[in-house]
C-alpha cells in the first residue's frame, strides 16, 4: 500500500484574524498536549460495528484504570449517546468552555449528540462548519488529563476522519473495524491507504460480526464468511486485534443504551473483547 496524494495541510478559517487564530491554535495545542494517547476508531462503511467497538473499548480502558474521553465526531448520525444512555446527557458551558458529559465507568463523552434536542435531528453541515465544529470539540471541551482519547469516526475517509486525526495531533494510532465479507474489506483497504497518507500508525484491525456462537448448542457458525479481516491484516502487514462474534447480546445492550463492556459476563464475546483491549494496552502508540 502506497501514497497517492500529499497530506494536506489542515484548513484556515479566513473569518478569522491571524490574532485569534494563533490564540485558538495554542488552545488546542494546550488541551492536545494533556491527552497521552489518541485512538481513532475507523471504518470503511457504516453498519460494522464501529461505535459499537468504539464505545466497549473505552468503556473496557476506564474499567483497566485509564482516565478516558470518549468522541463522537459523527455529526449527521451520532451514535454514543444512544449506545451509552446517561440521564440527562447535557453538555454545560462554563464561559467558552464545555464540559463533557460524564458517563459509564467515569467516561468524559462529547457528541454532537448530546446538543440537539432529539435524536431524530437531521444535521446538515458543510465542510467549513464541521472542521470548525471538530476544532471547538478538541480545544473547547474541558476534557482534562488522559491516558486516552478514543474518537468514533464517521465510516469512510472523508472530512471528519481528515480534520480530527490533523487536529488532535500525536500520539495517535487507528483501530480499523470491518466484518469479514469481501465488500467490507474492499471498503476497509481505502481506510488503510487514508491511514498511510495522513501519517496514522494502525495500531490493528477488528473482525466484527465474525461467525455467530449458537447460544443453544454452542456450535460457531460463520454468517458473514469467514477470515475477511484476518487475511486483510495479512496482506497488510497490519495487527488482527482480535474477532469479535456475533452476538445478540451486543446489539440488545447496544439498543438498551448499556454496552456490554459495563457487565462481568464471561462469554465468547466478552473474552474476544478483552483480548483485543490487552492488545492494545500492550502496544505504546507514537
Ligand atoms: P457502525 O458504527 O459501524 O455504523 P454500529 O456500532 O452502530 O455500527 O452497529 C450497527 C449495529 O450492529 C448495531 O445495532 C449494533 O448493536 C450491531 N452490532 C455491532 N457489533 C455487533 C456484534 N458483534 N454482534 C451483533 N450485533 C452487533
Excluded at 49 to 55: D, F, I, L, R, W
Aim: charged share 20%; proline share 8%; with cysteine.
Amino acid at each position: 500500500m502506497h501514497c497517492t496524494t500529499e497530506k494536506p495541510p489542515p484548513p484556515i478559517d479566513p473569518t478569522k484574524n491571524a490574532a485569534t487564530q494563533m490564540a485558538d491554535e495554542a488552545l488546542l495545542q494546550a488541551r492536545m498536549l494533556a491527552i497521552r494517547q489518541r485512538l481513532f476508531v475507523l471504518s470503511g462503511k457504516g453498519g460494522v460495528g464501529k461505535s459499537t467497538v468504539a464505545v466497549n473499548l473505552a468503556i473496557a480502558l476506564a474499567r483497566h484504570g485509564r482516565r478516558v474521553g470518549l468522541l463522537d465526531v459523527d455529526v449527521h448520525g451520532p451514535s454514543i449517546p444512544t449506545l451509552l444512555r446517561v440521564p440527562d446527557g447535557r453538555i454545560r458551558v462554563q464561559g467558552n468552555t464545555m464540559l463533557p458529559v460524564e458517563g459509564g465507568p467515569g467516561l468524559k463523552l462529547m457528541s454532537i449528540g448530546y446538543l440537539t434536542t432529539s435524536g431524530s435531528d437531521a444535521i446538515v453541515w458543510r465542510g467549513p462548519r464541521k472542521h470548525s465544529v471538530i476544532r471547538q470539540f478538541l480545544s473547547d471541551v474541558r476534557w482534562g488529563e488522559l491516558d486516552y482519547l478514543v474518537v468514533d469516526c464517521p465510516p469512510g475517509t472523508g472530512d471528519e476522519p481528515l480534520a480530527v486525526v490533523q487536529l488532535a495531533g500525536e500520539p495517535a494510532a487507528a483501530v480499523v473495524v470491518t466484518t469479514p465479507q469481501e465488500v467490507a474489506v474492499a471498503d476497509v483497504r481505502r481506510c488503510l491507504t487514508f491511514c498511510h497518507q495522513v501519517d496514522l500508525p494502525i495500531a490493528g484491525l477488528v473482525e466484527n460480526m465474525s461467525g455467530f456462537v449458537c447460544p443453544h448448542c454452542g456450535h460457531a457458525v460463520d454468517l458473514f464468511g469467514a477470515g475477511g479481516g484476518e487475511s486483510l491484516a495479512r496482506e497488510a502487514g497490519v495487527p488482527l486485534l482480535g474477532r469479535i462474534p456475533f452476538d445478540p447480546a451486543v446489539v440488545a445492550g447496544g439498543d438498551a443504551g448499556s454496552p456490554f463492556a459495563m457487565l462481568d459476563a464471561d462469554t465468547p464475546t466478552t473474552r474476544a473483547f478483552h483480548g483485543i483491549v490487552d492488545r492494545l494496552l500492550g502496544i505504546e502508540v507514537s
